[in-house]
């Protein structure tokens, strides 16, 4: 809902950074398709990059990436954890559970073996948040 906006992962240029992820090879033929459906999921401000992707088999190729310029007008900023997780708990949109997203986020980071200490903290923190409102 707009009044009650979700986090989401958000890519910032910062060159010092690295980001693990999943690339997918687009077929020509679904190219034009693809990135209509990309651009209208992420047209909140978002910017469509060029960018060398390093693969985990060693090679480099070229990509896409989606960033968020520092003055887009949808990221939400820095925030306390506690905060942002109870933003996460309270939020829904109309692609779903803005907690469902972290959760699917967390287990996808799991499965490609990527740590990111942010988001297993925040994920920490809404489980307790949770615990304490169903002890409470």
Known sequence: MPEHPG???TLIADADETCVGMAYLVPMEAVLATFEQLDHREKNGYQRCRQTLYLRDGRR???LVYIAPVDNFAYLGEAPLRDIAQQIIRSHGPSG??????????SALRNLNAHDPHVFELECQVRQLQSEAGGA
């Open 97 to 106: 559970s803005n907690l469902e997203y972290l959760l699917q986020l967390t």
């Open 61 to 63: 190729v070229p990509g």
């Open 7 to 9: 986090r989401v992962v």
